[in-house]
């Protein structure tokens, strides 16, 4: 009986093994005998990619951060607005506690619920920026000589298709899809079994499965495991310990120039970061309306002191040749040419020199800036002919500013300058512009532009660096020679020479990108903004 009852437990014993035990580790890796498992560092020794195809895992293997708050937190912030980032800030601490996919999903609810899909733009104008600053040079080098790349994230995939697509040049992209209603995002995740059934498709679809496919995934992080023991047959690991040495990936090497990005935070938001931008912002709201009174309503002998006692900074640096600026026909103005960096351009000029009688002619300004202006700006029609003929009047009334790229741009790029200013004046006087935030951006490109100035007074230390460089001169001198017109520049010569002069001032590099090509990456329009707005 006893024997009969020893036999009973041992064939139970058995069962429960093979069935829960045995076929649970093994069973759903049928090819682990035959992959090959080790660190990363051995693929910087493999002499030839180009034929194999690379799996890798977005945030486990190619990103140097280990924390996905920051993106979540420019997703809130950007597309929902300040209450709801505060909201995820105030989360954070009980996200820390959970596991890693109930963590996500309430990251993903708060950032993403009710956010309308035709106008979420943040992937593709904000988070590229950031993403790409947190890229390791070693993996980007390792997968840059690979066949194929296939990027797999945890992340959805409206956040970092813009990333890896458009910036780095990732033939597949594999992120987890949001449920809709209505057009609008609930917030809410596909489930992860659908995220690895569509991938397998995809998979088959692509044919990755006929050629050696290498897998790079996160020691650390359990996800996409099963996906890449089914489809690899090496998988190369990488420690967090491993990141900590990674160098970030340099501005230079970008597969694709990051010359527009939008976005109104300057710092990528942290926790700590995240801390201080809240702890700052009711200062900053004092800040903002004090410096904001002061440069509508006093005079600059006044004006100057109070400003530069609040933080900001201006520097302004003369030639020689500009330090008695007369223009050589008496009945006419100056005429300044500069790079746009702001809406506050001319009045950081007409700060500089302290004159008030600078006026500045703008090829998209909002009613209420036109209206809070303190100098006077006129609204361009982009009518060559009634644009020239307003131009050349303002001149005949004192200065004049104007900026030709007819856009801002953030990074260090100049975009093509109009030529339409070389038409109306035969001395030029080119004027290199820089500023420096700390937190906000003074720029926009899809949110409201009539905040614009106000974001940029809201950083504790902005600064402004005018320089004006030799003025440049038309008709027959020489200061902008052609050797195919010796008897004069056309129009074309004068601004390309002007861009020259100002990009190497700056150290910027000049490119023939336009106000359209920006607003079309970053706001699927062509940048005209409504008055009232």
């Known amino acids: 009986m006893s024997g009969n009852k020893v036999s009973i437990f041992q064939g139970l014993f058995l069962f429960f ?57 420019l997703v809130a912030f950007e597309a929902g607005g300040v209450i709801r980032s505060f909201i995820l800030f105030i989360l954070y601490p009980f996200i820390c506690l959970m596991s890693y996919e109930m963590g996500m999903k309430i990251m993903v609810m708060v ?114 495991r099963s996906l890449f023991s089914q489809f690899c047959q090496e998988i190369y690991f990488v420690r967090n310990s491993d990141k900590k040495s990674w160098r970030t990936l340099p501005q230079n090497q970008y597969p694709k120039p990051l010359i527009f990005h939008d976005g109104r935070l300057a710092t990528k938001p942290t926790p700590i970061n995240a801390l201080t931008l809240f702890m700052w912002a009711p200062f900053s709201t004092v800040l903002a309306a004090a410096r904001l009174v002061a440069g509508l309503n006093l005079p600059y002998s006044l004006a100057i002191p109070f400003l530069a006692f609040s933080g900001l900074r201006l520097t302004l640096t003369l030639t020689a040749i500009n330090n008695d600026l007369i223009s050589p026909d008496q009945k006419k103005g100056c005429l300044f040419v500069c790079n746009h960096r702001t809406l506050l351009d001319p009045l950081y000029i007409s700060y500089a020199l302290r004159k008030t009688n600078i006026k500045a002619v703008t090829y998209s300004l909002s009613r209420l800036s036109e209206l809070l202006a303190p100098i006077k700006t006129v609204r361009l029609t982009r009518d060559r002919v009634q644009d020239g003929q307003a131009m050349e009047r303002l001149l005949s009334q004192g200065d004049l500013v104007v900026c030709p790229e007819g856009t801002t741009c953030r990074e260090p790029y100049l975009l093509r300058f109009s030529p339409l200013f070389a038409e109306v004046s035969d001395a030029i006087v080119p004027v290199a512009i820089d500023s420096h935030v700390t937190f906000f951006h003074g720029t926009t490109a899809s949110g409201l532009k009539s905040f614009d100035p106000v974001f940029f007074l809201l950083n504790p230390y902005p600064s402004y660096t005018v320089r ?66």
Not at 170 to 176: L, P
Not at 486 to 515: P, Y
Request: glycine share 10%; hydrophobic share 35%.
């Open 111 to 224: 950032s993403f619920f009710g956010i309308k899909k035709e106008n979420f733009l943040v992937g593709k104008s904000v988070l590229p920026k950031y993403f790409l600053e947190d890229v390791g040079l070693e993996m980007f080098e390792v997968l840059k000589r690979g066949g194929k790349r296939v990027g797999v994230s945890d992340l959805p995939q409206v956040m970092i298709d813009g990333f890896l697509g458009d910036y780095l040049g990732i033939e597949v992209v594999v992120g987890r899809e949001l449920k809709m209603i209505g057009g609008y995002y609930s917030g809410i995740l596909e489930d992860r079994k659908k995220h690895e059934f569509s991938f397998g498709i995809l998979v088959q679809e692509e044919k990755l499965s006929s050629g050696h496919v290498i897998g790079i995934t996160s020691y650390n992080l359990p996800s996409h």
């Open 468 to 533: 004006l460089l030799d003025p440049v001169f038309g008709g027959g001198s020489s200061t902008c020679p052609d050797p195919d017109h010796h008897d004069g520049k056309s129009k074309f010569d004068v601004a390309n020479h002007v861009q020259h002069e100002i990009g190497k001032a700056l150290g910027f590099e000049c490119t023939n990108l336009t106000r359209r090509d920006k607003y079309l990456i970053l706001a699927g329009n062509n940048g005209v903004v409504n008055k009232n707005k």
């Open 17 to 73: 093994y093979r069935v829960f035990i045995h076929r649970r580790w093994f069973h759903r890796n049928p090819k682990q005998k035959h992959q090959k498992c080790s660190s990363h560092h051995s693929l910087h020794q493999a002499h030839d990619l180009s034929h194999h195809t690379l799996i890798f895992n977005v945030e486990g293997a190619l990103l140097k951060s280990n924390s996905l708050f920051p993106y979540f937190m």
